[in-house]
């Protein structure tokens, strides 16, 4: 029985701490888009006040805008803001939606993530070992900090896809128990 509440509880941690990670990523991903703005102005008013367009926006905002999307993944997961086809779907009991939650998450989205990640992890070596930059734009800008980025997002969407299995599981055992009373 003890074996069992340590399972409980160490699935509940995980979560806590998956959804904390996602959390403060989706925070810099929001305010990322600040400078991506004043980026965005900045260009705007030199190119069509001063007739003087900058060398150097569209790869920044490029960077910034491409962070910000990737930071927001594991935050978008965490609030359900993820694109699925909900036809079907709602209209099928909630025992039912968790447990296909559980399998298509196992079957199709961690093993996704989790080949995302080693692939991101092993694209952001090999450009911080070449100090890569970016191949638009006249600037030349370093596009390995993004890569890094890029891999640390993927790393936390596929934490909070674990941590959705989790969630799924403690749902049906909490399904089952009110079943039990």
């Avoid at 925070?27 to 006040?49: D, G, K």
Wanted: proline share 3%; with cysteine; charged share 15%.
């Amino acid at each position: 029985m003890g074996e069992r509440k340590g399972k409980k509880g160490f699935m509940k941690s995980y979560i806590n701490v998956a959804e904390k990670i996602s959390d403060i990523s989706g925070m810099v991903a929001a305010y990322l888009l600040i400078p991506l703005v004043i980026v965005f102005l900045i260009e705007i008013i030199s190119r069509n006040i001063f007739n003087h367009p900058t060398t150097w926006a569209y790869g920044t905002c490029f960077i910034i805008g491409g962070c910000s999307a990737l930071l927001g993944f594991g935050y978008a997961l965490k609030s359900g803001a993820m694109v699925r086809i909900d036809i079907l779907y709602t209209r099928l009991p909630e025992k039912v939606q968790n447990i296909l939650d559980i399998i298509l998450h196992i079957l199709v989205f961690m093993p996704i993530t989790i080949g995302g990640s080693y692939l991101c992890i092993c694209y952001a070596v090999d450009s911080v070992m070449t100090m890569e930059t970016l191949s638009v734009g006249s600037w030349n800008a370093p596009i390995w900090p993004t890569k890094i980025v890029m891999a640390i997002s993927f790393v936390i969407l596929a934490m909070q896809g674990l941590a959705e299995i989790f969630k799924n599981i403690e749902n049906l055992k909490a399904l089952k128990q009110e079943a039990n009373r």
